[in-house]
């Protein structure tokens, strides 16, 4: 995610509709789902595939414990689709199975799965967990990666941020991928959950684990941002401009690609320094993108950028380019014949985000006006050299001759990314220059947040009438939030081996919610919870409940 997404908005559909998770087991056993792409982390779906392992492994049929093959540490096993039946090939060895209709299933009985030649950074690419080879629509297959939450984040903690960054911003960036994975979304293929490339969240396996960023993972285990007591989207992004944006100002509607979006309150846009001004404003934003103030995010070689085209080259860019978002929804006016385009005569820019992003603008040309709207359409409408602009934060200066004729256009711009929630150069300034907290980081990016566990619903009426959750925290500071809307009587808690019982009679006024001080039983480093619901006849009724870290200011 340190790229921009592609597909990003897609995902996010049901992000308004956060609910909390009905478990079963430790959160932190949770699995994800994760396609794994080629080479070029471009093709998803394979007509065939080669696997090892670093040690012994076996195929199943389907989700089965039927064993179609076992295949030794100096084997491989490739599997090619045809017409909708697989055929196994066991490299190494003379066996071969042919007409398999059902779906595979791969694990390596000591070590890690791979795909012969795949490589990550340079390195054969090993992966946790266990492989599936699952039919795609199209008559090819995915390789998905089956692996559990913690596991995943150990690899995707250090492909998002670099170590250098320090283990307080790797801590920051745990969490929000924690996040960011266990979100509900509407998934463009039903067969797994995330991508393994900035099209989700980086995943490489375990060749490109570190063990600073797997220390944040675990000192962080367990551990989300909610707001209300729902987890949040937590969005991030490489470098700010020195201001962050509001989200509904970057992204459409995920429903209705209305522009701008709806607003959500935790992700607001934040000035790393009051005394900006108004960046709404054009003669601030001309002012600001083209000063270098000492801020946060002065590290990145993004945190100021310039742009330039002469005339004729950003025409000849624009005709390709507003060709290819018109299908966005968001470019009004342009011609579908390229040649129609007519000569530039100035960029308006008609609306700014609270930090100076651009949400709208015009191409004024001699034959046409063209409104581009949202951030990203409009980073990819002007390119350079085949890339699309760092960010949208940005002003565009026009050159002219001594003719007065128009010779050049200048992009003068800031920050890398979306802009909205966490700055991760910001956050690595943050920890190892002013020695901050992982909660002080995603407070100060997250507006009205809270550091807890993942919210649960137990019902005593239900198979869900007991969990358990594990938690790392480095602070005894701890509360039991619970929602008891349906007046259940009574809670069984076991912390740490210390079995409590807890009257629910007497909430807050006026409310429903308990908070429990749970300090005294809470230590540092990882902890154990369970929450038991006892039997009785409440209904079927449910109680949500988790523990809060650190509360929301």
């Not at 962080?220 to 949040?232: A, D, F, Q, R």
């Amino acid at each position: 995610m340190v790229n921009v997404r592609k597909s990003f908005v897609a995902l996010w559909v049901i992000i308004c509709m956060w609910l909390p998770l009905k478990c079963k087991a430790d959160q932190q056993q949770r699995s994800v789902r994760v396609a794994i792409s080629d080479n070029q982390c471009k093709e998803f779906a394979y007509d065939e595939i080669e696997i090892i392992g670093t040690g012994d492994f076996s195929l199943f049929k389907g989700n089965t414990s039927v064993i179609l093959a076992r295949v030794s540490r100096n084997q491989s096993a490739k599997i090619k689709l045809t017409n909708g039946s697989f055929t196994i090939t066991i490299a190494g060895g003379d066996k071969c199975l042919k007409n398999i209709r059902e779906n595979i299933t791969l694990k390596c009985h000591s070590g890690f799965l791979g795909v012969k030649n795949l490589q990550r950074h340079g390195k054969q690419a090993l992966y946790r967990g266990f492989f599936e080879i699952t039919k795609a629509d199209n008559g090819q297959f995915f390789l998905v990666n089956v692996v559990s939450l913690e596991d995943y984040l150990k690899s995707v903690v250090p492909n998002e941020m670099p170590i250098k960054f320090g283990i307080e911003a790797l801590k920051a960036q745990a969490v929000v991928a924690r996040n960011y994975a266990i979100a509900p979304r509407l998934k463009e293929f039903k067969e797994f959950d995330l991508y393994d490339s900035v099209a989700s969240q980086v995943y490489f396996g375990t060749n490109t684990e570190h063990p600073t960023s797997n220390q944040a993972v675990k000192e962080t285990e367990g551990i989300v941002l909610l707001h209300g007591g729902n987890p949040i989207l937590p969005l991030y992004f490489s470098t700010s401009c020195g201001h962050t944006e509001n989200y509904e100002n970057a992204f459409a509607d995920p429903k209705t690609n209305a522009f701008p979006g709806f607003p959500l309150p935790y992700l607001k846009g934040k000035p790393d320094n009051p005394k900006i001004g108004n960046l709404r404003d054009e003669d601030t934003a001309k002012k600001f993108f083209k000063s270098h103030p000492q801020f946060i995010d002065r590290e990145s070689k993004y945190f100021r950028w310039q742009k330039e085209w002469n005339v004729q080259e950003l025409k000849d860019i624009l005709k390709t380019s507003l060709l290819e978002q018109k299908a966005s929804g968001l470019v009004d006016g342009f011609s579908f014949n390229p040649n129609d385009l007519g000569d530039i005569q100035r960029i308006d820019v008609k609306r700014r985000g609270v930090s100076g992003q651009i949400m709208e603008l015009v191409i004024v040309t001699t034959a046409q006006k063209i409104s581009v709207k949202k951030g990203l359409v409009i980073r990819r409408v002007f390119q350079k050299d085949g890339a699309a602009l760092p960010s949208a934060n940005c002003i565009f200066e026009h050159l002219i001759d001594q003719n007065g004729k128009l010779t050049k256009i200048v992009a003068h711009g800031g920050g890398f990314g979306h802009a909205v929630g966490m700055s991760q150069y910001g956050a690595g300034f943050m920890a190892t220059h002013y020695n901050k907290s992982f909660e002080q980081i995603l407070k100060w990016y997250y507006r009205n947040v809270s550091i807890a566990t993942m919210p649960v619903l137990l019902s005593a009426d239900s198979p869900h009438r007991a969990v358990t959750q594990g938690f790392y925290t480095t602070k005894k500071a701890a509360a039991l939030v619970i929602d008891n809307k349906f007046h259940i009587p009574a809670l069984q808690v076991t912390i740490n081996g210390k079995r409590l019982n807890f009257n629910l009679v007497n909430p807050l006024p006026n409310s429903s919610t308990h908070r429990i001080d749970i300090a005294q039983y809470v230590k540092s480093g990882k902890n154990t919870i369970s929450f038991h619901v006892p039997s009785g006849t409440h209904g079927g009724k449910s109680i949500k409940l988790y523990v809060e870290i650190s509360k929301s200011e």
